[in-house]
Structures are given as C-alpha cells and as structure tokens.
C-alpha cells in the first residue's frame, strides 16, 4: 500500500477550521483514502473514508485532488474535544483489510 | 461506544509468563484484527481472522499466536513474555469481506500490558 506522509503535530484555537493534509504519491488505482482519529489509551475511530473529490459527512470534510496524490482532511471549528491524533492510511479496494497507521497527526486545540 | 469489548483492561505479568487476552467483536461482525500499539513502534496489525479463518498476517511475532472461536470472540495468546511486549492491544471487527469496497474497522478500548 501506498505510504503516507502527514505533519507530526499541529497546533489550532477553539473554533477554527483545521485542514491536516497527506501526501500519498503512490496511491494505487483501486486504493482509498481513510482517516481515523485516536484518543489517548483508547482505540482509534473511523472518521472518513473517499475515493476522489469531495466527501462529507457530520464530522468532518475529505478533499481529494484528481491525481489523487494528497487528500485533505477539514475539521470545522474544532473544540477542545477534538485534541486527538489523526491518522492518514490509503486502504485497498479490494484483498487485505489490515490497517497501516503512520505516526499520524497530533492535533491540539488551545482555549 | 463501539460495540466490540476486550478484557481485561490491565495485566501486569512477568517476563516468560504466558497470558491470553479476550476479544467479542460488535454483534453480527465476521472478522476479527489484533494490533499492537506501542511507543516505540506506534500501531501495527498483527493478525486478521474472519469467521474463524485466519485471513491475513501482518508483524506477529511467533510467541504470540489467536483463535477466533463457533461465536466469533477472539483470543490473543502471548507467551514467553519479554518486556519489549508491554504494550496496548487493540482489537477491531468489521462485517465486510472481500467483495467491498468500504471497510470502516470498529476498535475495542483496548488491554494494556505490562511485562514486569
């Protein structure tokens, strides 16, 4: 699968938009793009999951360029509740369905 | 709350010791993923099972090996315990198979181990 790079950490207010974007230049055909976010000492938890385009659903905004090279993921007006790593995996179409996390994104929100 | 349930939450144990750690997936789900997070090595995949068949490997070390039992709750056995395995075990379930394209992974709260 594809590897993915994402910025190590990122700092944002309360209220604002945050935009984490990732790189994955060798996405293949049939690979999809998916983020997960992850509490401290609990399990990950789907956010978002899209192919290309534009994606959104109560939680959060996946844009997808058509080289499908990078994804972005939008969180609008974060609270401090959204304090979280975010993790960027190309996921297969079709075949394996483990899941290959990087060192994703912390993401700290400031009151 | 995901629906998938891991006990226990903590173990602590000793080096060379042997445990077991328990997995129910979320109700009507066929596969079953333990991973593995550490600080060192972040979140790895050891092993997927779906509906009692082991479907894929990924870095399990061969002291540690899983079952999926007839309903479908999963058993992660570690043995020969170093201290190198403390870590915090994930387990995940899914109802998709392989004609998919969509596969949203529910994770358990985790057990956390510590080799003393």
């Known amino acids: 699968l594809a590897k993915t790079t994402q910025p190590i950490s990122m700092d944002s207010y309360e209220g604002q938009e945050v935009n984490i974007t990732c790189s994955h230049n060798?996405?293949?055909?049939?690979?999809?793009i998916t983020w997960y976010q992850q509490f401290p000492s609990q399990g990950p938890r789907f956010i978002i999951q899209?192919?290309?385009t534009k994606v959104t659903n109560e939680v959060a905004s996946l844009f997808i360029p058509a080289d499908r090279k990078s994804s972005t993921l939008s969180l609008p007006r974060v609270s401090l509740s959204d304090t979280a790593v975010y993790y960027c995996?190309?996921?297969?179409?079709?075949?394996?369905?483990?899941?290959?996390f990087g060192k994703g994104t912390k993401l700290s929100v400031i009151p | 709350d995901s629906g998938v349930t891991q006990t226990p939450k903590h173990l602590i144990t000793a080096t060379g010791q042997r445990v077991t750690l328990r997995c129910s997936p979320r109700?009507?789900?066929?596969?079953v993923y333990w991973y593995q997070q550490s600080l060192d090595q972040g979140l790895q995949f050891l092993i997927q099972?779906?509906?009692?068949?082991?479907?894929a490997k990924g870095n399990i070390l061969e002291r540690f090996s899983a079952q999926q039992f007839p309903d479908l709750h999963s058993e992660l056995n570690l043995s020969s315990l170093e201290l190198g395995d403390s870590a915090l075990y994930f387990c995940?379930?899914?109802?998709?198979?392989?004609?998919?394209?969509?596969?949203?992974?529910?994770f358990g709260p985790g057990t956390r181990l510590t080799v003393l």
């Open positions: 995940a379930s899914s109802a998709r198979q392989a004609d998919t394209l969509y596969n949203e992974q529910f």
């Open positions: 099972y779906y509906n009692g068949e082991e479907r």
């Open positions: 899209g192919y290309k």
């Open positions: 060798n996405i293949a055909t049939n690979d999809y």
């Open positions: 995996l190309v996921t297969s179409g079709a075949g394996s369905y483990q899941l290959t």
């Open positions: 109700s009507g789900d066929l596969s």
